[in-house]
């Protein structure tokens, strides 16, 4: 698994060639050919490529900061008078980066260019007081347009002309006055020019700083730092003060209605000084009430009794209910890390906020944090194992009018994605060039994409990564696309057979249109060679692992239907690969999981297409460390190795925490939520239960039901979370979701994170659920 990659092709009168790192390629020859490659990690530094700083940006001068690594202060809520933007706001403050210069400069704003395929817009952008919000301007006469983004969903910033817009885009611009910054889930890069080059290093680093220390926050932190923005939002008139009326517009900002006589009383029984305005101590004092959780008052008393406090000895037996391992020295472990006042520490106690920071922190988490490493073995043959695979790679959008974008392979592979494709033809000046064909998509240079791949293949994983290439090229071009692959690959690319492996006897070229295959290309292949299907029995009676055939959906379900279990006998030993069907003008995608159920190893998807297809494919490798292999159950393996285990899942579902607010324009508009169970493996374990939803409550709606449900084959299922908003009157709006693997899930009372529909994060949204597993 580690030590090669693969090149694939078929003869057909299309040409697909897969490549991995190192690569290998195969080939079939019908109207174009495929030809399949893997890179693996240059083996004289194979962590090289998992270092943040791509090869292609830019270095960023450190520079010094007035504070130590441990300066930085905990969030909390309260505010005190406003200071001017260069002395920095009091997020900043309380998270011990209020000195910082970079933050000051990003706090007062500068004029940017934003660079597009249109042109460079100047606009300008400014770091709001929350510390994590970046407002952009830009004014038309009298109007005025603005977009923001949150540095919460940034995943990289890069110094220099890094992206494909930049270096197509920004010429004109010096090269170290640009950066990028990219984003998780489907927001496209954002391409920025700055007028000097101190500028654009500050704001890089700025940017940088306060990601880490965004990224290092505890579930209690980001959840008061949300309660403090709202209140930043709320305060009209800016005067570090809350009169009622504000108070009440921030109960709608955070998706809470709240009755007014109650709200009301809170108020009054916060405003000590009894002048109508809550401020410092007093806005504290509400935010406290406001985020408390009965439920884990209640949870919290059942074991720590009447004394309020839990002794190791409590915690471990809360422990042990969860299915843990419950040991004295665990529960005195978890107290010394969770625990927040100093002298309960000491003496070995548990207060209900050290309670409450422990269960929202990962070890609450309902995914098991064992399987956030690689943990399962690897160096089974490939198609022991399920592997990331994404379907016309190069798009943005969809298939007929989209975009091309060299982001988009970096954003599968960013996601863990190691098969992806491009689709290969002739382009001018005898460079090949990547794009949907005969279609309105645009087109990028096959020599950039490989550029993308080389650059970014092996900073999420380190296993091989499998180059699908669907070659429509003519001889000439073929043979250009190799020394590229060559030249910019290198040693990644594997070329020769590995020690002991027999590769197979490759295709011979044929023609002059793409059915043949240029000698300079074909000498690629060594592994996974792309061969038309020969039919259940042949493939079976003469058995070529070293081969790989690809699969429309439409194929694929056919085969299963008619021949199941022969056909999972064929993939437990050899690779398969199925696409989605070409008519699809909007690149939606297909249900992937009736693929897994056969062991169908690269099931490709529309990777920018959201929906609950990509849900599936995240959750099903979020596993394994998110390295894009995922073994196989041994059933799938083996075929007559023995039957799954059943299981009777049960999930009572007990709270939500800080949904978000779907229309943010209508301040009455307050989510009435509920929450949808999914089940989605074998035919007879699919299955679909929900709570009643709750009116109004979009903050802490509380259900406190159980939804059960029999699970014949556990190993493949997959159970998606959803929150929706009720609507009686049309379809119920999408609010949140998470997926994971049955087998990746803890039972206990366990926090879900949600994610939005593109898959970016929804902190501080969260569910609280009890989850326990039994044999029937």
Known sequence: MGEGGWLHGRACKHTYTHVCARTHVHMAAHTHTYVHAILLPPPSDPKSLLQTQPPGSLPVPPRSSPHGPGSAGRLICGRRARPRPEQSGGVLKKLGLSEDEDLQLMLQGSLLLKVTSRRAKERRYRLQEDGITVVSERRFGRMASKHSFSVAHIVSVHRGHHSEGLRRYGCAIPEWNCFTITFEGGRRNLDLGARDEDVALRWVRGLRTLRGRLRGMSQRERLEHWIHGMLQRADKDKDNRMCFQEVQIMLRMANIHMDNAYAHQLFKECDHSGDGRLEDQELEDFCRRLLRRPELEELFGHYSGEDCVLSAEELRDFLQDQGEEGTLHQACAIICAHELNEKARQQGLMTLDGFTMYLLSAAGDILNQEHTEVHQDMSQPLCHYFISSSHNTYLTRNQIGGTSSTEAYVRALMMGCRCVELDCWEGPDGEPIVCHGHTFTSKILFRDVIEAIRDCAFKRSPYPVILSLENHCGVEQQATMARH???????????????????????????????????????????????????????????????MSSFSERKARKLIKEAGPTFVHYTSRQLSRVYPLGLKMTS??????????????????????????????????????????????????????????????????????????????????????????????VTADCSKQQTAYRSNNGFNPRWEETLTFQLRVPELALVRFVVEDHDSTSCNDFVGQFTLPLGSMREGYRHIHLLSKDGASLAPATLFVHVTCKRP
């Open 588 to 681: 939606s995608n297909y249900n992937p999981q009736e693929m897994w159920n056969a062991g169908c190893q690269l099931v490709a998807l529309n990777f920018q297409t959201p929906g609950y297809e990509m849900d599936l494919n995240t959750g099903r490798f979020l596993g394994n460390g998110g390295c894009g292999y995922v073994l196989k159950p041994q059933f799938l393996r083996s075929p007559h190795s023995g039957s799954p285990h059943p299981l009777v899942l049960r999930i009572r579902v007990i709270t939500a925490q800080q949904l978000p607010k779907l229309n943010r324009e209508k301040l009455s508009s307050i989510v009435d939520p509920f929450v949808r169970v999914e089940i989605y493996g």
């Open 485 to 547: 692959m060559k030249a910019i690959l290198g040693d990644m690319l594997l070329t020769q057979p590995l020690e002991g492996q027999d590769p197979g006897v490759l295709p011979s070229p044929e023609a002059k249109d793409a059915s043949h295959v240029a000698p300079e290309l074909s000498a690629m292949v060594v592994y996974c060679q792309a061969t038309p299907f020969p039919g259940l029995a042949q493939a079976l009676q003469q058995p070529r692992p070293y081969e």
